[in-house]
């Protein structure tokens, strides 16, 4: 936003920018049909910047600063690494590949149906449309999900493409601005983008969480300050990357990366944890939600400047504006669909031997290649001013990928379910299977702590009999689960009935099974999301178990 902005605007704009956010998801609930709820927050921010007369002016540096660096480490700190391993080569295909692939050809094409748009101009509006958001397509496959195995190509792909996309789009403008561009000069400046850049990520975050780890030694844990410091940990990596001349994008997602694996290490509190997830999961909501509100609040004014401009070039003006939104998405689907073919037919899809996908399988993938908020906050960083002058097709780009994420949003909409349909049903994921296991190998190790905890010398208090008959309990509870005939929900109203002398043996147990699931993780035998919600339960259960004694 403009400095000369009194404090008071700035303020009042963020307020109802925030209240914007919450309004579109009540109305998204309340519609009688299934609407993407980025699209009802595009349409609310249209309809806000027509009633309240804000006329927001957003500062590209301080706008990628602000809503970048968190949604990018939060991606990199919640991506399935088990399945980025697996299907690290489909995924690379898809991130890298397919990334320089539509860079190429959308750029070329752009330039070709827009010649007043430079042509560095258009391939920084190619880069910033390659990157995919999980996040919308997820709002649309809520009831039509597809195969896991597709479903964790398609989140990595989201992960590594948000970066190579981004840093493309930075190459792309600084071509621009100079005036020039040098494919050796570019490959050193990418090899070190990437490598210091990387090495910034995870140097903050364990050098955050080592620093956290010593002060709770000595002080104890703060759950608020852990949260915290969570919170600024993006912006820190981000900023520290760019001092050195790095990529801020890859440190933010290099230090969510790291983060996962710091959080297997189980230090920190059950409480921090739990609190810690909802913190995110609002910062998520919210981050998201305010983009696609304030690109419908800019778009009205920039569609019409740009309609405009087109109307005296060629007489067609926003009819023309319309056909472009159109080819540009249509050739990103065609991109995505002859990109993912090419790359079957040269190498196999699966490691094992099998029948290649289909052509309904193709199609799924490329309308899944929904644009969302890394796209609109990438274009919206465009600079405002060139050599003194307005920047050459700013507004055009805007409105050209603001148009490209709701059409793209609306098409998988429509498209997705239909292919979905009756595309199953699936074998049962080996997720499954590999949560029994974990559950049994927590069980028994949540045995061997209440019978070690109970035979302590030091534990074993003048009743030993009460102690013996706590433990056999609990014993017999974990065993029961064992054999399926008792579930975790069921535990929780069984501690509470507990005498005080089975908190100790119950606290025993559940850190055991925490420790288990932590293990099996860093082992890669659980995935990051399923560590998480077995962890999530024992956190809920210990927390419960603490705040009732």
């Given at each position: 936003m403009p400095s000369e902005a009194p404090v008071e605007h700035v303020v009042v704009a963020s307020l109802l920018l925030m209240l914007a956010v919450v309004v579109s998801g009540w109305l998204a609930r309340a519609l009688p049909v299934d609407v993407p709820l980025p699209l009802v927050q595009i349409a609310t921010g249209a309809v806000m910047a027509s009633g309240s007369?804000?006329?927001?002016?957003?500062?590209?540096?301080?706008?990628?600063l602000l809503f970048l660096p968190p949604l990018l480490f939060l991606d990199?700190?919640?991506?399935?690494?088990?399945?980025?391993?697996?299907?690290?080569?489909?995924?690379?295909?898809?991130?890298?590949?397919?990334?320089?692939?539509s860079v190429l050809g959308l750029g070329f094409l752009v330039h070709w149906m827009i010649p007043a748009m430079p042509l560095p101009v258009a391939f920084a509006l190619a880069a910033v449309l390659s990157p995919t958001d999980p996040v919308a397509v997820g709002a649309i496959l809520r009831k039509a999900p597809v195969p896991p195995r597709l479903l964790h190509v398609l989140e990595g792909e989201s992960l590594l493409n948000d970066a190579s996309g981004l840093v493309c789009m930075r190459f792309a403008v600084a071509a621009m601005v100079t005036g020039g561009f040098s494919l050796l000069s570019a490959s050193g400046t990418f090899l070190w983008l990437v490598v210091a850049g990387v090495a910034a990520g995870v140097a903050t975050t364990f050098a955050v969480t080592r620093a956290q780890g010593l002060i709770a030694v000595r002080l104890g844990e703060d759950p608020g300050s852990k949260i915290l410091?969570?919170?600024?940990?993006?912006?820190?990596?981000?900023l520290l990357a760019e001092a050195i001349g790095a990529s801020g994008i890859l440190a933010a997602v290099a230090a969510g990366v790291a983060m996962a694996y710091v959080e297997q290490s189980g230090r920190a509190l059950p409480g921090t944890r739990m609190r810690r997830i909802a913190v995110w999961d609002m910062v998520q909501f919210g981050l998201n939600g305010a983009m696609f509100v304030l690109i419908g609040e800019q778009l009205p004014t920039i569609a019409r400047n740009t309609a405009a401009a087109m109307d005296g070039v060629h007489g067609w003006g926003a009819a023309l504006l319309v056909v472009h939104i159109v080819v540009i998405t249509l050739a990103l689907v065609l991109l995505r669909f002859v990109w993912v073919w090419v790359s079957l037919r040269v190498r196999p899809f699966r490691r094992n031997p099998g029948p290649m996908p289909g052509v309904r399988t193709l199609l799924i993938v490329s309308f899944a290649g929904v644009r969302g908020s890394i796209t609109l906050a990438g274009i919206l960083t465009l600079p405002l001013e060139l050599n003194g002058?307005?920047?050459?097709?700013?507004?055009?780009?805007?409105?050209?990928?603001?148009?490209?994420?709701?059409?793209?949003?609306?098409?998988?909409?429509?498209?997705?379910?239909?292919?979905?349909?009756?595309?199953?049903?699936?074998?049962e994921d080996d997720a499954e299977r590999f949560e029994r296991r974990a559950r049994k190998a927590a069980a028994l190790a949540a045995i061997d702590s209440i019978e070690k905890v109970s035979h302590d010398e030091h534990s074993v208090s003048a009743k030993t009999v009460t102690w013996m008959e706590a433990a056999a309990r609990l014993s017999d509870l974990y065993r029961a689960r064992i054999d399926g005939m008792a579930k975790t929900g069921d535990e929780a109203e069984e501690v509470r009935r507990t005498l005080a002398i089975d908190r100790d043996l119950r606290l025993a147990a559940l850190r055991a099974e925490r420790a288990t699931y932590y293990r099996l993780g860093r082992e890669r035998k659980l995935s990051d999301a399923l560590v998480r919600r077995l962890v999530s339960e024992v956190d809920q259960a210990e927390t419960r178990l603490t705040q009732s004694f």
């Open positions: 007369g804000l006329g927001l002016q957003l500062d590209p540096q301080v706008f990628f990199g700190w919640r991506i399935p690494k088990d399945g980025l391993v697996r299907d690290f080569r489909e995924i690379a295909d898809l991130a890298f590949g397919l990334v320089v692939f410091m969570s919170l600024l940990m993006p912006f820190g990596a981000y002058g307005p920047f050459p097709a700013r507004d055009q780009a805007i409105t050209l990928a603001a148009g490209v994420v709701i059409l793209s949003i609306a098409a998988a909409g429509i498209a997705l379910p239909w292919l979905l349909k009756d595309f199953g049903p699936f074998h």
